[in-house]
T-cell receptor
């Protein structure tokens, strides 16, 4: 069973701090990795994708991938209350079109 | 910009009714997916389709069927709705290729009474 694990949270951070969200996956053949943001009652929105080891930055977001450790993370700099949401990690196992989703980490940014 | 639309945001149906949920994407994507999302259980894949008239079962297909007569449209059918099918239903679209990102519609919150 291919798995994607996330800490359910809530992760509580003060406004302006860095929020660090983590995800581990079981399939060593995984090729592509994604972070989705989901506000309460809304659908998931793709915010970051990463395909090779290292860091990828987009605005206040940085995705980090370490395939050897089977670990992917999302850093949110200068966290804002509007970043409060559930963040889903998704992984594409090698050889499949499907994505395997983690259960999500709830982030709460307090003023 | 990828756009995925779903026929209803909220739907209330009675037990035993046949329910149709429709999803349309405007980006000529080959692959389409139906998920349900429940508190504590995360996203679960019901069915997916790689091409017109093609379908494959996901992790929880029981009680559901699908139809894909046109590339842009993927329908989820609850043959006889039951209360345990009360859930948020999410459709997603994906281009065949090397990157696999999926784009979601707004979701349909279905309540079966």
């Amino acid at each position: 069973q291919k798995e994607v694990e996330q800490n359910s949270g809530p992760l509580s951070v003060p406004e302006g701090a860095i929020a660090s969200l983590n995800c581990t996956y079981s399939d060593r053949g995984s090729q592509s990795f994604f972070w989705y943001r989901q506000y309460s009652g809304k659908s998931p929105e793709l915010i970051m994708s990463i395909y090779s080891n290292g860091d990828k930055e987009d605005g206040r977001f940085t995705a980090q991938l370490n395939k050897a450790s089977q670990y992917v993370s999302l850093l949110i700099r200068d966290s804002q209350p509007s970043d409060s949401a559930t963040y889903l990690c998704a992984v594409n196992p090698g050889g499949y079109n499907k994505l395997i989703f983690g259960a999500g980490t709830r982030l709460a940014v307090h003023p | 910009d990828v756009k995925v639309t779903q026929s209803s945001r909220y739907l209330v149906k009675r037990t035993g009714e046949k329910v149709f949920l429709e999803c349309v994407q405007d980006m000529d994507h080959e692959n389409m997916f139906w998920y349900r999302q429940d508190p504590g259980l995360g996203l679960r894949l019901i069915y997916f389709s790689y091409d017109v008239k093609m379908k494959e079962k996901g992790d929880i297909p029981e009680g559901y069927s699908v139809s894909r007569e046109k590339k842009e449209r993927f329908s989820l059918i609850l043959e006889s709705a039951s209360t345990n099918q009360t859930s948020m239903y999410l459709c997603a679209s994906q281009r065949t290729g090397n990157y696999y990102e999926q784009y979601f519609g707004p979701g349909t919150r279905l309540t079966v009474t």
